[in-house]
């Protein structure tokens, strides 16, 4: 029940191409759900977050769509670009418990 | 100017050796964290801290010991090492209110051999 599954696991695209993560949950206590980007040698950081009263948040070039009666959340990088190949993790978390359960990860690469 | 700094980067160590790696924030955060992430990329949290007081304990070997001697440290200091012991450790903070995102250090990598 505390698991984020994550798919796929890795991901090639073209540049300005739209990749997508998916990711899913089972404990619907899970109240937070961000997203974080890691380049190698460096930690995850933060990319984009959302709640689930909301359906859809956008920041920039990156999109989260969330779907509360599937338990299903995903990213979405449009016009994606050489400089977005990272890994992304989707997590979640439950107010007041201070842990944060992380999906699996999905290796992005994006061509030039 | 580096919000959450671990060291060592790299840490190369053999078998029943004991090592530390230390960890600072500087973002006057309250709540400090250790997770590892293998070679497949997995990050599990291992410990947390709130205000120097330990809150999250997982099921990790009693090798294992953090120690939180102030709000903006976090050290973690392993016992007779092992060769799975082998992974990134990154430390994180947090404001530890609800929903705050987890601000990660570089990560410290951990090679027993």
């Known amino acids: 029940q505390q698991q984020v599954k994550q798919s796929p696991q890795s991901l090639i695209v073209q540049k300005g191409g739209i990749p997508i993560i998916n990711c899913a949950y089972e404990?619907?206590?899970?109240?937070?759900f961000p997203w974080y980007q890691q380049f190698p040698g460096k930690g995850p950081a933060l990319l984009i977050a959302i709640r689930p009263d909301v359906s859809e948040k956008k920041e920039g070039r990156f999109t989260i769509s969330f779907n509360k009666s599937a338990k299903q959340f995903s990213l979405h990088i449009m016009d994606s670009q050489p400089g977005d190949s990272a890994t992304y993790f989707c997590?979640?978390?439950?107010?007041?418990?201070?842990?944060?359960?992380f999906g699996t990860g999905t290796r992005l690469k994006v061509l030039a | 100017d580096t919000a959450v700094s671990q060291t060592p980067k790299y840490l190369v160590t053999q078998m029943g050796n004991d090592k530390s790696i230390k960890c600072e924030q500087n973002?006057?955060?309250?709540?400090m964290y250790w997770y590892k992430q293998d070679s497949k990329k997995f990050l599990k949290i291992m410990f947390s801290?709130?205000?120097?007081?330990?809150?999250i304990n997982e099921t990790v070997p009693n090798r294992f010991s953090p120690k939180s001697p102030d709000k903006a440290h976090l050290n973690l200091h392993i016992n007779s090492l092992e060769l799975g012991d082998s992974a990134v450790y990154f430390c994180a903070s947090s404001l530890g209110r609800v929903n705050s995102p987890l601000h990660f250090g570089n990560g410290t990598r951990l090679t027993v051999t």
């Open positions: 404990n619907t206590a899970f109240d937070y």
């Open positions: 801290y709130n205000n120097k007081e330990l809150i």
């Open positions: 973002l006057g955060h309250d709540t």
């Open positions: 997590a979640a978390s439950t107010s007041g418990t201070y842990k944060y359960i």
